[in-house]
């Protein structure tokens, strides 16, 4: 009877080049369009990152977030132009929410994985800092360093999967925060790093390790000279205040997320939080659902997400937050996929219902979509903060 509302049969690479383009070409689009043109100039925090990126000097005595400022370095010698400065953060963006693609695709599937990915990269935050040079998208890197370990242990290239698996590690230290992670990933994932470590020879396992030593050595010798660059890399504020005033920075921290942030930034549309009400929903049921299935992965996620938050409440930096936007839509994916689920099981045979479901959830991504679209594509350039602060040549 509802035979008339089923999926017309599509080839195979059809259905992949459909797959690709309803994903890929709405992110293109918002991290790419009108770049240098969407504001008059730039902001003081990108000059501050194009002058800390100006020399290899400048990179090894202040080596917080290195591998932006040394891939800005690179650009610097081709373009000083915004677009070209952008151009390379957007990027960057898009690299990571392509890693983020492919976790999501690997846990749910490829249904809700592209619709996972769509909210994660129409964060409203996200779509206005991902394109600014100031490599505040490096905290993404997360989400990078997992996609290559999973990759590692399904690949037939071994040793190349090795190799930049490694090198993740090691670029990951120079990022605030992700030295902490790195520790808990390995107590997490240590049964199956050794199981991938046993599985490979040794001609194959040794560069891995020995990639990640070269690269942290110009940390370790910056280090030596001033031991003091290892505070932000440990999200160690330069002053403490009293235990009540931290309390409540953290506490500000967390609200920014789903409520409001603390003071006004110069990516947000007055103090809009991170996350719309859709992702905090999804969110909550993703965690639920989670803890119930699977508790390890979930007690992972919290763990950065405390980490973003207490960072970025101790040391007053809200944009710390990016940090734990990955494992936020994580959690976005598993409650989405569970409302999914539980439609299709309550509706095992009905096309009919099966097609409301999937209408019903192309059209939140959308309305997300148009969200993001219209807030950093259209309100946010035409405030007159941001029109008085994005003014630097």
């Given at each position: ?27 293109v689009f918002l991290f790419f369009w ?99 040079a100031d490599g505040n998208n490096w ?31 090691g670029l990951a230290a120079y990022v ?218």
């Amino acid at each position: 009877m509802f035979d008339w509302l089923r999926m017309p049969r599509l080839s195979r690479p059809s259905r992949r080049l459909l797959n690709y383009a309803f994903v890929w070409v709405p992110i293109v689009f918002l991290f790419f369009w009108k770049l240098e043109s969407l504001t008059p100039g730039l902001s003081t925090n990108e000059i501050v990152t194009r002058q800390a990126s100006g020399s290899l000097s400048n990179i090894f005595h202040n080596p917080t977030n290195a591998p932006f400022k040394l891939l800005e370095y690179g650009i610097l010698h081709i373009s000083h132009s915004p677009w070209a400065l952008r151009g390379m953060a957007s990027a960057i963006s898009v690299i990571f929410i392509f890693c983020f693609w492919r976790v999501a695709v690997d846990w749910f599937g490829r249904f809700v994985g592209a619709l996972s990915t769509l909210l994660f990269a129409s964060t409203t935050w996200l779509s206005v800092d991902g394109r600014l040079a100031d490599g505040n998208n490096w905290l993404l890197a997360p989400i990078g360093i997992l996609a290559l370990f999973l990759w590692l242990r399904r690949t037939e290239h071994k040793f190349v999967a090795n190799i930049l698996f490694w090198l993740s590690l090691g670029l990951a230290a120079y990022v605030p925060g992700l030295l902490w992670l790195e520790l808990v990933g390995i107590f997490i994932a240590r049964k199956r790093l050794i199981v991938i470590i046993r599985e490979l020879r040794t001609l194959k396992t040794l560069p891995g390790p020995l990639v990640y030593i070269a690269t942290i050595v110009p940390l370790a010798w910056s280090l030596v000279g001033n031991w003091r660059n290892i505070k932000p890399l440990l999200l160690i504020p330069n002053h403490f205040n009293n235990w009540l005033t931290s309390l409540k920075d953290v506490g500000h921290a967390g609200l920014a997320l789903v409520w409001q942030s603390p003071v006004h930034l110069p990516y947000l549309v007055g103090r809009w939080p991170m996350l719309s009400i859709m992702q905090v929903i999804l969110a909550v049921f993703g965690i639920t659902v989670m803890w119930e299935r699977a508790r390890r992965i979930a007690f992972g996620i919290l763990v950065v997400l405390l980490l973003a938050v207490v960072g970025a409440g101790l040391n007053q930096a809200w944009w710390l937050l990016f940090l734990g936007l990955p494992s936020l839509t994580v959690l976005e994916a598993a409650g989405l996929r569970h409302l999914y689920l539980e439609w299709r099981t309550i509706f095992p045979r009905n096309p009919l219902a099966q097609s409301l479901a999937t209408i019903v959830l192309l059209a939140l991504i959308g309305s997300q979509l148009a969200l993001a679209g219209y807030y950093s594509l259209s309100t946010w350039p035409n405030l007159d903060t941001t029109r008085s602060s994005y003014v630097i040549k």
